[in-house]
């Protein structure tokens, strides 16, 4: 059991910096585009989506941990933050997803990602840890 708790830390850890990677290719895309005016495309659907899942994917890893006994108290505040995050995120791809075509906007990516990725940082920082 100690080997597959020591894997899925490690993946959890390494995991952190395409969800980073990810949610900032999101934010900047978005950001530019909205202040461009662009209409929304496929491109900023396609890295929020991708931000969306990979976030997913780290928390299905940090669910597995807890069940693997990886737990102490100071994670509580970790998880909450976590939680949030994905929220933040999965609120600003359901929004632009349920909007009639020409009230999707990138502005409304960009603000989830930029949220979600506020709360990513608390989150690490939360347990100690280093964000890069």
Known sequence: METVSNILFHAHSGLRYLVLLAGLLSFSYSLVAALRGR?????????????????????????????????????????VMMVLAAAAAHVASVVNKRRPRERRSHMTAALGAAGALILIVGGITAIGRSVV
């Open 39 to 79: 209409p929304w495309n496929g491109v900023g659907r396609w890295l929020l989506l991708l931000f969306v899942a990979l976030l997913d994917l780290q928390i299905l890893l940090g669910i597995a941990l807890a069940i693997f006994g990886v737990f102490y108290p100071m994670l509580w505040g970790h998880i």
